[in-house]
T-cell receptor, first 118, second 114 residues
Framework: AQTVTQSQPEMSVQEAETVTLSCTYDTSESDYYLFWYKQPPSRQMILVIRQEAYKQQNATENRFSVNFQKAAKSFSLKISDSQLGDAAMYFCAYRSRVHTGANSKLTFGKGITLSVRP | DGGITQSPKYLFRKEGQNVTLSCEQNLNHDAMYWYRQDPGQGLRLIYYSQIVNDFQKGDIAEGYSVSREKKESFPLTVTSAQKNPTAFYLC?????????????FGPGTRLTVT
């Protein structure tokens, strides 16, 4: 079974600065997807960024980018130019590329609460 | 606008009562999911459905039941057999169960059982 670990429960960043959120995972599969989801105080889960394991290039979405280290099974999220609206809980998630049955589910880490200081 | 609706946002029940949480989507998605979120925990899968009239247990299905009679609807019943039902429940859907498609989430229902 796959596991996702987010070891830092909380982080804080100064507005306009850069912050990196860590995530590690364990799997015996060679092909899979990794995601970062954001959950603001409204509790609506929002997809931030997605990475396909077979792609070596790190995904980027505007101010959000990832550092995907497949051999180390590490998937960190970097937020540049942090804004007050970035304050939220962030979840790292894993999904198998095999799409049958229970493999279609997302396996989540426990999340990290990010606060942004004005 | 297309999306997923969950109602109600807050739900209160007495211990021993069954309660049904609603989840409706107008995205024409085939696959739907129910997750449970507890403080300090990630989301855990309760049930999922890849197609109408078919559903499968997730990691923590005990004490829950679902139905999938219509493509757009996937209600979750929390039964009295669920030992610790107070939690935040999230419904999600995706175009298909294929892993290349992201899951879209509803706004969630906070269930409190006393």
């Amino acid at each position: 079974a796959q596991t996702v670990t987010q070891s830092q429960p909380e982080m804080s960043v100064q507005e306009a600065e850069t912050v990196t959120l860590s995530c590690t995972y364990d799997t015996s599969e060679s092909d899979y997807y990794l995601f970062w989801y954001k959950q603001p105080p409204s509790r609506q889960m929002i997809l931030v960024i997605r990475q396909e394991a077979y792609k070596q290039q790190n995904a980027t979405e505007n101010r959000f980018s990832v550092n995907f280290q497949k051999a180390a099974k590490s998937f960190s999220l970097k937020i540049s130019d942090s804004q007050l609206g970035d304050a939220a809980m962030y979840f790292c998630a894993y999904r198998s590329r095999v799409h049958t049955g229970a493999n279609s589910k997302l396996t989540f880490g426990k999340g990290i609460t990010l606060s942004v200081r004005p | 606008d297309g999306g997923i609706t969950q109602s109600p946002k807050y739900l209160f029940r007495k211990e021993g009562q069954n309660v049904t949480l609603s989840c409706e989507q107008n995205l024409n998605h085939d696959a739907m999911y129910w997750y449970r979120q507890d403080p300090g925990q990630g989301l855990r899968l309760i049930y999922y459905s890849q197609i109408v009239n078919d559903f499968q247990k997730g990691d923590i299905a005990e004490g829950y039941s679902v139905s999938r009679e219509k493509k757009e609807s996937f209600p979750l019943t929390v039964t009295s057999a669920q030992k610790n039902p107070t939690a935040f429940y999230l419904c999600a859907s995706s175009i298909a169960a294929r892993s290349s498609y992201e899951q879209y989430f509803g706004p969630g229902t906070r269930l409190t059982v006393t």
